[in-house]
């Protein structure tokens, strides 16, 4: 998959725009440059404040900060790995962009690293391949709906403890005019969180993704038919947003946020974006009570910073991991984003943040929406629950998936 996709990828990297200057030059002057390259825009301000304080604590290193849209930059990402320069440090998830780009030797080697000593093992070890570290994720997310307290508070509603309840309060909602769930289904990863949060509710079984790639498991079972019902229900109901099909990402928080849609389907990663959008929003976030489900939320480690194998900068772009996942650092991230992080001493005092928490402790880590397999988690999970959500045929759109995935040349290894 690595290579199919080569010739996209150079032409979006060449159309990217850089934030702050060009990465990784080599030192001129005794300064050091080195890139900083990720997809996080809803967190930039954070970043910026990171940096300047990375730069003041070492003025002989440069920081140049680089950001795109998720959707161009694993193909911005793969085209300079392939051409072996332009980076220093930057981000995967875990799962199948990990395993995608250890497979091309992308990673730096980081076992053994001083600061690993003061991280979660429940972050690290979604970062290990073969016993040796490569990247270390930044937060602990789980997908869940993002709810308006004041307008669920004008009409009388609570969060809902059953589907049925869940149901009446969507009904009040599109009854008194309002959009009740904004999602952005113009970018094919946002399905894939509707699905996660549904998946989870129906299996515990942590292998899901290789036992599809196996063989031992079909998109045709019941449990992925489950999974869409719920989402295809919404659709005939009129509850996804109009034109949600036509949506992008940013748009689809900026609905909520602006207080156009009640609710928005989402992971608590977006809480920085939603709160940079409206600061004066009072939201909080439900996982959904689907029909014979479990309530329970798929909580996974999600964006996590790695040190390119072939940098010219190894010991400033290590420089600069140290000083990110310090508990300074950390407890700034934490409480900025509105995210559970890694360090185990990081004192967290967002209110919202430990309010969100105590929801996200209801499950797990799920990797259900991580696999060695994009084209498993990213391209088929997506194209399904995209069209569940626009109340296509169930039957037909599983029955597809399988051919698709029966047609896919995957390998599988222990």
Excluded at 66 to 83: F, G, K, N, S, V
Excluded at 248 to 267: K, P, W
Aim: proline fraction near 4%; glycine fraction near 8%.
């Amino acid at each position: 998959m690595f290579k199919r996709i080569i010739s996209a990828a150079i032409s979006v990297a060449l159309a990217v725009v850089m934030i702050a200057g060009g990465g990784g030059a080599p030192a001129e002057g005794g300064v050091t440059n080195i890139s900083f390259f990720h997809w996080k825009g809803e967190e930039r301000n954070t970043w910026v404040e990171i940096i300047e304080m990375f730069e003041t604590n070492n003025p002989d290193i440069k920081v140049h900060m680089e950001i795109l849209p998720e959707d161009q930059y694993y193909t911005a990402l793969q085209a300079r790995i392939m051409a072996k320069e332009g980076l220093d440090v930057f981000m995967v998830n875990p799962g199948s962009r990990f395993a995608t780009f250890l497979a091309a030797d992308a990673f730096l080697d980081l076992t053994g690293q001083p600061f690993l000593g003061d991280l979660s093992d429940v972050y690290l070890s979604s970062g290990r391949a073969n016993g040796r570290q490569y990247i270390i994720p930044l937060s602990k997310s789980f997908v869940g709906l993002f709810y308006n307290k004041k307008m669920f508070a004008d009409l009388g509603l609570s969060v809902p403890a059953t589907w049925e309840e869940f149901l009446d309060v969507c009904q009040a909602l599109k009854s008194s005019g309002r959009e009740v769930v904004s999602t952005g289904m113009a970018d094919g990863f946002t399905s894939t969180w509707p699905w996660i949060e549904s998946l989870v509710q129906y299996t515990d079984d942590l292998d899901v993704y290789p036992k599809l790639a196996r063989g031992e498991m079909k998109f045709t079972d019941d449990v992925f038919r489950k999974t869409l019902e719920p989402l295809h229900e919404m659709a005939e109901r009129g509850f996804w947003h109009s034109n949600a099909s036509g949506t992008r990402y940013d748009t689809s928080i900026t609905l909520f946020a602006t207080e156009r849609a009640a609710m928005h389907n989402n992971g608590t990663w977006a809480v920085g974006a939603i709160r940079q959008a409206n600061p004066n929003l009072d939201f909080g976030i439900m996982i959904i009570p689907f029909p014979g489900g479990n309530t329970v939320a798929g909580v996974q480690p999600a964006q996590a910073p790695a040190v390119y194998s072939n940098t010219q900068n190894e010991e400033a772009s290590l420089k600069f991991m140290s000083f990110i996942f310090s508990k300074e650092i950390m407890e700034l991230y934490g409480n900025e984003t509105g995210q559970e992080v890694p360090h185990m001493n990081a004192i967290l005092t967002d209110t919202q943040m430990m309010e969100m928490a105590a929801v996200g402790n209801s499950g797990q880590i799920y990797p259900h929406n991580f696999s060695r397999w994009s084209e498993i988690d990213q391209d088929i999970v997506s194209e399904v629950a995209t069209r569940a959500m626009r109340g296509e045929d169930i039957t037909t759109i599983l029955s597809e998936a399988q051919r698709r995935l029966e047609s896919l040349d995957i390998s599988y290894d222990e």
